[in-house]
Nanobody, 126 residues
Framework: QVQLVESGGGLAQAGGSLRLSCAAS????????MGWFRQAPGKEREFVAA????????YYVDSVKGRFTISRDNAKSTVNLQMNSLKPEDTAVYYC???????????????????WGQGTQVTVSS
């Protein structure tokens, strides 16, 4: 079992930056691909970014490419999402998630992730 706790959300102005962190419990964090998702009011949860278990592969939704960077520190069992050049449309609750299948291919599908955090609110004002 893995528990995930997000932090770092808050209010930012358009063009500003925020850094989200996700702290994981459990000994097997380093074996999991990790992802960030977000859900805006009235919308479905959508994929934002993912990083492979060893950190060598990353993948982003087109709308955040060049603005967001996902990273991880397996020694600290954390995964981060650096968000720059924020836009009002980035406003959402952001969730980190873990895919517990060792060696899995990075995926954008919510159903492939087994563990989820409680979410952290990000609000970007125009």
């Amino acid at each position: 079992q893995v528990q995930l706790v997000e932090s770092g959300g808050g209010l930012a102005q358009a063009g500003g930056s925020l850094r989200l962190s996700c702290a994981a419990s459990g000994r097997t964090f380093s074996m999991y691909n990790m992802g960030w998702f977000r859900q805006a009011p009235g919308k479905e949860r959508e994929f934002v970014a993912a990083i492979s278990w060893f950190g060598g592969n990353t993948y982003y939704v087109d709308s955040v490419k060049g603005r967001f960077t996902i990273s991880r520190d397996n020694a600290k069992s954390t995964v981060n999402l650096q968000m720059n050049s924020l836009k009002p449309e980035d406003t959402a609750v952001y969730y980190c998630a873990a895919d517990r299948h060792p060696g899995a291919v990075l995926t954008t599908r919510t159903g492939n992730y087994d563990y989820w955090g409680q979410g952290t609110q990000v609000t970007v004002s125009s």
